[in-house]
């Protein structure tokens, strides 16, 4: 059988039905309209906390077998999230199958609304990779039950900077625990991507006098970043071994597995990539026993969350930096439930995660 944890594992065996029953997922949507183009599938995982709040993302998936276990592992991910951060919100989230640079019109962003709203309510989507806040204006046009619109017509932009805000906090904590001493100043940090949430969390990290060495696969990104905030640029990918305190994944998924904990000689592992754990649970263990401290990415990648869940009721953005600022204290409380109950800081956080949604259940 399929094991969900494992980003990996086979797909010979696909079973939707009973994907979902593993995940506990509550929905699967599929939508498909012959004069857009539109393929997509909405994924509703749990509703105890909420409306299932999670980004849309366009993707030219190779196969419909990767897109639904791409949305239902990323809607999984985000009831967690909303749990842990104490968002009155549920998990979901959307993927269009195509090419988001030549596949994506009007009409096709207004048919995903009108998707969306025949849900009334249960999901909110948001922008994700492949998807920009204009388009979200597009999907505004058939619905309400959108986020991450733009300021100027009243939402909250792009929440990538508060995301950024939220992995700065959560990596100060755990230096924190690690050190001491929550200070990064000198401490030589890996960031992996440079897009919108790597750039905002190296502009903190140079301003607090970190030693930030930076990789991209997009090398002209890379060097008007490292031009930007005059830091060391690395241009290949041998980058796991490096000497470094803390290694911060801001690009994919998937990036701590068994070659790279071998390899890893950072002492602390904090990002905003979603799911990096190749397998959460092995992967997990491994660092621990390693002596590898890690930050769990659906806590300290919230802030983005917090951002759209702002827009829900009137947009406030020092309300929602106030509350990402409590990435912090979470990530403190974690590390120590994971020493407190011998478990992963993994572990620890999905715990008190489904702790919360029980408690609601209840
Ligand atoms: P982005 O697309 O703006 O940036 C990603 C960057 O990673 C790009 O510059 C890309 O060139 C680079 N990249 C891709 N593959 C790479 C590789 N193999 N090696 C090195 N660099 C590589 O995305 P983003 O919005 O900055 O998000 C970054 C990560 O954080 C994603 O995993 C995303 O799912 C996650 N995340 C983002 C938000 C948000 O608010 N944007 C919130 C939560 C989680």
Not at 1 to 11: C, E, G, P, T, Y
Not at 101 to 109: D, G, H, I, P, R
Not at 234 to 251: K, Q, T
Not at 270 to 285: I, M, P, R, S, V
């Given at each position: 059988?399929?094991?969900?944890?494992?980003?990996?594992?086979?797909?010979e065996d696909?079973?939707?039905?009973?994907?979902?029953?593993?995940?506990?997922?509550?929905?699967?949507?599929?939508?498909?309209?012959?004069e857009?183009?539109?393929?997509?599938?909405?994924?509703?995982?749990?509703?105890t906390?909420?409306p299932?709040?999670g980004?849309?993302?366009?993707?030219?998936?190779?196969?419909?077998?990767?897109?639904?276990?791409d949305?239902?592992?990323?809607?999984?991910?985000?009831?967690?999230?909303?749990?842990?951060?104490?968002?009155s919100l549920?998990g979901?989230?959307a993927?269009?199958?195509?090419?988001?640079?030549?596949?994506?019109?009007?009409?096709?962003?207004?048919?995903?609304?009108?998707y969306?709203?025949?849900?009334?309510?249960?999901?909110i989507?948001?922008?994700d990779?492949?998807?920009?806040?204009?388009?979200?204006?597009?999907?505004k046009?058939?619905?309400?039950?959108?986020?991450?619109i733009?300021?100027?017509?009243?939402?909250?932009?792009?929440?990538?900077?508060?995301?950024?805000?939220?992995v700065?906090?959560?990596?100060?904590a755990?230096?924190?625990?690690?050190?001491?001493?929550?200070?990064?100043?000198?401490?030589?940090?890996?960031?992996?991507?440079?897009?919108?949430?790597?750039?905002?969390l190296?502009?903190?990290?140079t301003?607090?006098?970190?030693?930030?060495?930076?990789?991209?696969?997009n090398l002209?990104?890379?060097?008007?970043?490292?031009?930007?905030?005059?830091?060391?640029?690395?241009?290949?990918?041998?980058?796991?071994?490096?000497?470094?305190?803390?290694?911060?994944?801001?690009?994919?998924?998937?990036?701590?597995?068994?070659?790279?904990?071998e390899?890893?000689?950072?002492?602390v592992?904090?990002?905003?990539?979603?799911?990096?754990?190749?397998?959460?649970?092995?992967?997990?263990?491994m660092?621990?026993?390693?002596?590898?401290?890690?930050?769990p990415?659906?806590?300290i990648?919230a802030?983005?969350?917090?951002?759209?869940?702002?827009?829900?009721?009137?947009?406030?953005?020092?309300?929602?930096?106030a509350?990402?600022?409590?990435i912090?204290?979470?990530t403190?409380?974690?590390?120590s439930?994971?020493?407190e109950e011998n478990?992963?800081t993994h572990?620890?956080?999905?715990?008190?995660?489904k702790?919360?949604i029980?408690?609601?259940k209840?």
């Open positions: 059988m399929l094991d969900v944890k494992n980003v990996n594992d086979s797909v696909f079973q939707v039905i009973e994907m979902m029953t593993q995940m506990n997922h509550e929905q699967l949507v599929f939508c498909n309209d012959k857009t183009g539109l393929k997509a599938i909405i994924a509703i995982h749990d509703t906390l909420g299932a709040l980004g849309t993302r366009m993707w030219n998936y190779d196969c419909d077998n990767d897109a639904i276990i949305v239902l592992r990323l809607s999984r991910g985000m009831t967690f999230k909303a749990a842990i951060t104490g968002l549920g979901g989230k993927v269009i199958i195509g090419d988001s640079s030549t596949q994506k019109t009007e009409a096709l962003m207004r048919k995903f609304g009108e969306v709203n025949s849900l009334g309510g249960k999901y989507t948001a922008e990779v492949g998807m920009s806040a204009s388009d979200m204006v597009q999907v046009k058939e619905t309400d039950f959108v986020t991450g733009p300021v100027e017509m009243g939402g909250g932009g792009d929440p990538s900077p508060v995301t950024a805000f939220g700065y906090m959560g990596m100060k755990s230096a924190k625990h690690k050190w001491g001493s929550d200070d990064l100043k000198a401490k030589k940090i890996l960031v992996q991507g440079v897009g919108h949430v790597g750039e905002n190296v502009k903190y990290l301003e607090e006098g970190a030693e930030v060495l930076i990789n991209d696969i002209a990104n890379l060097k008007r970043v490292s031009e930007l905030y005059n830091c060391q640029t690395i241009e290949d990918n041998l980058i796991y071994d490096l000497d470094v305190d803390i290694y911060s994944p801001c690009a994919l998924g998937a990036t701590i597995n068994d070659t790279t904990i390899q890893f000689k950072c002492e592992v904090a990002g905003a990539a979603n799911n990096q754990l190749q397998d959460e649970e092995k992967h997990a263990n660092l621990q026993e390693k002596g590898i401290l890690y930050a990415d659906f806590l990648n802030g983005g969350l917090i951002n759209v869940y702002s827009e829900i009721n009137g947009y406030d953005r020092e309300k929602a930096i509350q990402t600022r409590k912090y204290d979470t403190l409380e974690i590390f439930k994971s020493e478990i992963t572990q620890a956080a999905l715990k008190l995660a702790e919360r029980a408690q609601a209840n």
